[in-house]
């Protein structure tokens, strides 16, 4: 028989993760499904709900209707509790979100900046949030490839990246969980989460997705398998634009020489044929400022005569990025109210 012996505090705490990871999937949940998703004992269910009650962590909403026997009480988040602070960053523009415990976004503002100089925009909108909230996780969502507390950006005309320190700084100065992740990857995150409310017998957990990102310059991709994003070994997963093409080029290039329709079109086809060729997902989104709508159609008509029907991809459509965006930097800082604790059992 496998066994788990650990301190008791953090055996504690890794319940209590487990415990608000159902009430935060389900929205609300009683005693007795959450015993019974989690596998935690009835009674210590039971005592550690007591403790978020007395907390006020949760608060109890009412009691099923009986089935028979003795109705169950049934708990959610306290709406009022706790909160997280997104930033999304994109281009000339730069958005704040106030975000519920469950990722529910309950404000938005649109923050002035200057250049790349993001941090005392952001800096000014948390400090003046928390001043009437408690926020308890911060999430930054870049323009560029992340690593770790800090992010890589292009300066200007060069193809020389810069190193911006963002994250880090702001861990020193707020002293909170934050989260930091490429825009473009919240994007696809977000969108998947909103295609799977929209039908709810898709399973993010379980997303199989590429979402490509189209502007006149650049073609670039958020790659989801099995609902984890890909980043690749240096984080630079998804950079589709610096694919070396035969001619000596590379498709950000090739893009911008795709004058007309037919020519664009085909060079789609193309890209979407390499990633189903090499991720097979279930779905390929595109989006992006300046995506031609027009020939979506001929797109997934030239695309399904491509590649036989096991290796094809569905082509969906994203028709607002900043909203996807949203949602999937919402869903990550929201992810960071608490910090978690698991216990991963080791394959021999």
């Known amino acids: 028989m496998d066994t788990l012996t650990a301190r008791p505090r953090l055996l504690k705490q890794a319940n209590l993760s487990l415990i608000r990871r159902v009430i935060k999937n389900r929205g609300t949940a009683t005693r007795a499904e959450i015993a019974g998703e989690t596998q935690i004992s009835s009674t210590t269910v039971r005592s550690l709900l007591a403790e ?29 509790k706790y909160y997280g602070a997104a930033v999304c960053i994109s281009g000339s523009e730069m958005h704040g979100l106030l975000v519920g415990i469950c990722g529910e976004i309950l404000e938005t503002c649109r923050l002035e900046f200057t250049g790349d ?22 999430g930054i969502g870049v323009p560029g490839i992340v690593e770790d507390g800090s992010f890589w950006k292009g300066s200007g005309s ?10 880090d700084r702001l861990a020193g100065r707020y002293h909170i969980p934050i989260v930091m ?17 929209e039908f709810p017998c898709e399973a993010p957990d379980l997303t199989n997705m ?76 595109l989006g992006g400022p300046d995506l031609r709508k027009d020939c979506i159609g001929p797109i997934s008509d030239g695309f399904s005569a491509l590649l036989p029907r096991h290796m094809s991809a569905e082509i969906l459509y994203s028709a607002d990025l900043w909203h996807d965006y949203h949602d999937g930097m919402a869903y990550l800082t929201a992810g960071k109210i608490f910090d978690d604790v698991q216990f991963i059992k080791e394959q021999p």
């Not at 100089?117 to 911060?138: G, V």
């Not at 060069?158 to 994250?167: I, M, P, T, Y």
């Open 158 to 167: 060069s193809d020389e990246l810069c190193r911006h320190d963002l994250g």
């Open 210 to 285: 590429a979402y490509l990102h189209l502007e006149k310059t650049c073609v670039s991709a958020g790659f989801i398998v099995g609902g984890r994003v890909v980043r690749g070994f240096r984080n630079f997963a998804g950079e589709l634009g610096l694919v070396p093409m035969e001619d000596g080029r590379i498709l950000d290039e090739w893009l911008m020489e795709a004058a007309d329709d037919k020519a664009y079109t085909n060079l789609i086809i193309r890209i979407i044929g390499w990633i189903c060729g090499i991720l097979n997902p279930q779905y390929v989104v």
């Open 52 to 80: 978020m009650m007395e907390n006020g962590e949760i608060e109890s909403i009412g009691y099923d209707e009986s089935s028979g026997g003795r109705k169950a009480e049934r708990y959610r988040f306290k709406p009022d």
């Open 117 to 138: 100089d993001y941090e005392p925009a952001i800096t000014a909108y948390l400090d003046e949030l928390m001043t009437r909230k408690d926020i308890k996780s911060i």
């Open 181 to 197: 992740e490429n825009d473009l990857n919240a994007t696809a995150i977000g969108f998947g989460r909103c295609y799977a409310r």
